[in-house]
């Protein structure tokens, strides 16, 4: 399978192909509904207060994680202390990447999701009818990093950028722990974060000639804890919301952040994963970098028992290992929850 990349940029397309052609499954144009942020206002964190703030602002800040983790499940950081110009430099490299030919590409394409560099196009091109319009690079950059050698400038680059945002998101996830009522260190430790697995994804969206036919990715929860993520300027995520959705407006310099699976999971269902989805457009192509973060691979996870009482809040997932749990999401069809549905106790 090639690459859109190198397909989208040739000649001068005026459609795309059928098999980018995308209905939703309902058909049911009120479910695709899209409101407007200014109408629904995105939280945001000041991640500044939770790290250095007095002990007032610190737990000012948790409680409004919590809020945001239960009523959105997505927010946006700001004040995180990782530079701007590691992130444009990151994007760069990322574009740099991308913009090699598809002979140096093909060396990390057409591998098995559990190899650590893989990069291809859609999302699983083995399991799926109809394609979506993008180009994926995926590195593991922890416990183990790895990077493709080319280009050249890719390893230290990345090396630094995911230390520090693997920093950022550590923090807030010990903010999130307490604003459950959990020991600030409850997920650090339970979890084994210290050898917590961490994915760099890399996003290419061309310019689209019929952006309204296609996605870029379909609605779909990630597999993670959380997943920190910062774009070229050029908006197209969206994020469900009391059943609509909402356009992502990145504020300059942010990270938007989204709860994963696993804290749906760990959390006994108090906070849920957002669903979310991306769009395309026909005037810039977009670049996003989302880098994931989820438990030590080898961690069997399960509801916090502090989350669980068999009377009112009994379990209501089931045990699993995070290696096996992400061999299954990514081997799947990208489709909403139907991962974390394999794993929910019916009770
Ligand atoms: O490109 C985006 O904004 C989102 C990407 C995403 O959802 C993913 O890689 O899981
Ligand atoms: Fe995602």
Request: charged share 20%.
């Amino acid at each position: 399978m090639g690459f859109l990349k190198e397909f989208a940029e040739s000649g001068n397309l005026t459609t795309i192909p059928s098999n980018y052609i995308f209905c939703t499954s309902t058909g049911d144009d009120d479910d695709d509904q899209v409101v407007a942020e200014a109408e629904e206002v995105i939280p945001t964190i000041d991640f500044s207060l939770l790290k250095s703030g007095t002990p007032e602002q610190r737990s000012s800040t948790i409680r409004d994680l919590g809020k945001a983790c239960q009523e959105w499940g997505f927010f946006m950081v700001v004040n995180h202390g990782v530079p701007e110009t590691l992130r444009e430099e990151m994007l760069r490299g990322c574009q740099s990447f991308f913009d090699l030919t598809e002979e140096e590409k093909q060396e990390y394409a057409g591998k098995h999701v559990l190899d650590p560099i893989r990069c291809g196009t859609s999302f699983n091109t083995s399991v799926e009818k109809v394609l979506f319009w993008r180009d994926f690079l995926k590195v593991f950059v922890h416990p183990q990093f790895h990077s493709p050698d080319k280009p050249p400038e890719f390893r230290e680059i990345s090396l630094e950028y995911c230390k520090r945002t693997r920093e950022v998101a550590r923090e807030l996830l010990r903010g999130i722990s307490q604003s459950l009522g959990l020991e600030e260190w409850y997920m650090d430790t339970t979890l084994q974060l210290e050898s917590g697995f961490q994915i760099l994804i890399a996003n290419i969206y061309p310019r689209c000639p019929q952006p309204q036919l296609t996605m870029g990715l379909p609605c779909h929860s990630d597999h993670g804890l959380l997943t920190l993520l910062i774009q070229n300027h050029v908006d197209g995520l969206q994020v469900q919301h009391k059943g609509k959705w909402v356009h992502v407006n990145a504020l300059p310099n942010s990270f938007l952040v989204n709860t994963g699976d696993h804290i749906e999971i760990v959390s006994n269902g108090k906070y849920k994963s957002v669903l979310h989805r991306v769009v395309v457009n026909n005037n810039a192509t977009r670049i996003s970098l989302a880098l994931a973060h989820g438990p030590f691979l080898e961690t069997v996870v399960t509801p916090a028992a502090h989350l669980v009482d068999c009377e009112n809040h009994p379990p209501a997932y089931r045990g699993i290992k995070y290696k096996e749990y992400i061999q299954l999401q990514q081997s799947n069809q990208l489709d909403g929850k139907s991962c974390l549905d394999r794993v929910r106790v019916l009770n």
